[in-house]
């Protein structure tokens, strides 16, 4: 019962948080996908817990597979691995991705965060490794480029403002 009352609680706090990226803050579906990677298990281990007890019914997969875009969900999962692997090919791949996405949405920050998130976190931290200072600094001044972009595009999300901090900070 304990268990029952927490997963409502749960669901509760989940829900009213994605009321403000959606309503307050207007993000889009796919940029909720991307800046609330809990709340998707969340919803996920609640909807899976519905299954349990009605049979039939559609699942949280079902939802996400109606989604047009498949491959926005599959950058996503590619931008972390780039990022904890530092894979050369796998960051190369995951740029030319966003810039694409990103020229055929200009008016949408979730491609110049993203783009600032994968120069700052991916290539600067690669170049890092192969102890290129001169290539670290070049990539870190692109982030904080897509970084300004995005904040121009909307201000309210926070995540931009900590990349560009970040790169000051070292900077």
Not at 128 to 138: F, G, H, L, T, V
Request: hydrophobic share 45%.
């Amino acid at each position: 019962m304990i268990g029952i009352i927490l997963a409502v609680l749960l669901l509760l706090v989940t829900i009213q948080s994605t009321f403000f990226f959606l309503s307050v803050l207007k993000v889009g579906f796919l940029e909720w996908i991307f800046f609330n990677g809990e709340m998707k298990k969340i919803f996920l281990f609640v909807f899976l817990g519905c299954m349990a007890f009605s049979q039939g019914t559609p699942t949280f997969f079902d939802a996400v597979l109606a989604i047009k875009d498949q491959s926005i969900l599959k950058v996503n999962v590619g931008l972390e691995e780039a990022e904890a692997t530092l894979d050369k090919e796998k960051i190369v791949e995951i740029d030319g991705i966003l810039k694409d996405f990103y020229q055929k949405e200009p008016n949408s920050f979730i491609y110049p965060y993203l783009l600032s998130r994968l120069y700052y976190n991916g290539w600067a931290n690669f170049f890092e490794k192969e102890e290129s200072n001169k290539e670290i600094k070049r990539h870190l001044v692109i982030s904080l480029e897509y970084a300004k972009e995005s904040i121009k595009l909307n201000k309210d999300f926070s995540d931009s403002y900590r990349i560009a901090g970040d790169i000051y900070m070292e900077g």
